[in-house]
């Protein structure tokens, strides 16, 4: 209501038309995404009134007057116009990528699964204000050795801090959680493919921990599920931001290349309250074509991504403290004790 009485106070001091109660709903939405938290809007009054000055010129130009009272309106239909007209007079960075995708420049696949590869999603931030979020491929390659988890961007120096406290972190959880008795005699490089300019953030890392699990197991990833979210040390999905930008960018590649009604996002739980999507993204997850996972865990992923069980260890019997043989625990455990023998041998041997 206070809202709606601001909106008003807006178009009687601006000398435009009113705003009916649809556009006034429309704006609110615009307000919570803008905030990125669909329980707050933004306070930032410029963005808003320069939404609705732009809507009151569409609407001059008669497309879908409508009447109240005996005056003309601006409805929710010019609203949602003003915004694409401000996203399409500074998106040609955001078609250019797009474009690479399509015609097959930028590799990626978005259907079938394979080992050790699993799409991660980034946000590009344009001078004009205007951010968009596009899937980019990141690979694991595990191998035996010493040299722990290589992260091949950070050693180009293509990588920020934040991102690089990432990559410690994964190594944090990998020997925490499967080198309690033995070293972790472990070499696994990691990759954004394809990137040659600099990258920053850790909401990739649980995408970087999914790859080496993988790798490691030799269990295939999906691919037409594409993930977002940063990890702890304990294995634990942290929010991150942009959510809205990620899921859309990733939405709107599915479409281009051809929706199968399988492809989704995943995200941190805590992000579900960030949720501020466009209508098309709605209502296609209304209608069971595109889908959105909320995950808590590193094993909760990994079970999404593979459809097999990330497994626990025996609390008692003869095997107690053992995985479940075939888990991707268990197989992530045995790969690890094989390169551990093969560091002894090796150094037994010079």
């Known amino acids: 209501n206070q809202f709606a009485r601001l909106v008003h106070t807006w178009c009687e001091r601006e000398g435009i038309r009113h705003l009916d109660s649809f556009a006034v709903s429309e704006l609110m939405e615009y307000a919570s995404r803008v905030r990125g938290d669909k329980e707050k809007l933004t306070l930032n009054m410029r963005i808003l009134k320069s939404a609705c000055l732009e809507a009151n010129t569409i609407a001059k130009k008669g497309v879908g007057e409508l009447w109240v009272g005996g005056n003309r309106t601006i409805g929710a239909e010019h609203i949602r116009q003003a915004l ?3 996203i399409y007079r500074v998106d040609l960075v955001r078609e250019k990528i797009y474009s690479f995708i399509q015609d097959g420049t930028l590799l990626l ?10 799409n991660a999603l980034a946000v590009y931030q344009l001078e004009e204000g205007f ?9 694991a390659r595990t191998f035996a ?5 290589i992260s091949v961007d950070r050693d180009v120096e293509l990588a ?3 991102h690089n406290k990432g990559v410690l972190t994964v190594a944090g959880y990998l020997g925490g959680k499967y080198a309690q008795d033995r070293p972790l005699s472990l070499s696994a490089t990691i990759s954004f493919e394809q990137n040659y300019s600099g990258i920053d953030g850790d909401s990739a890392s649980s995408t970087e921990l999914y790859a080496i699990l993988s790798g490691l197991s030799s269990v295939p990833l999906r691919q037409d599920i594409a993930v977002t979210g ?6 634990e999905i942290q929010p991150i931001g942009g959510v809205n930008e990620k899921i859309e960018g990733f939405f709107d590649v ?10 989704g996002v995943m995200i941190p739980h805590q992000n579900v309250k960030n949720l501020m999507l466009r209508h098309d993204v709605v209502d296609a997850v209304g209608e069971g074509k595109f889908h959105i ?8 992923g990994m079970e999404i991504l593979t459809a097999h069980k990330m497994g626990e260890r025996a609390a008692k019997g003869p095997h107690k403290g053992e995985y479940r043989v075939s888990s991707i625990n268990w197989r992530v455990e045995n790969k690890l004790h094989k390169f551990a023998n093969a560091a002894v041998d090796s150094g037994a041997k010079q």
Do not use: H, W
């Open 160 to 162: 920020g801090p934040t």
């Open 293 to 300: 996972y909320a995950v808590r865990t590193i094993d909760e």
């Open 131 to 139: 951010s968009f979020g596009a899937p980019t491929r990141i690979t």
């Open 254 to 263: 599915c479409s281009l290349l051809g929706l199968t009604g399988a492809q």
């Open 109 to 118: 696949a978005l259907d079938g699964s394979e080992v050790g590869q699993v």
């Open 145 to 149: 050795g010493r040299g722990g988890v």
């Open 84 to 86: 694409a007209d401000k």
């Open 230 to 235: 940063s990890v702890n040390q304990n294995g």
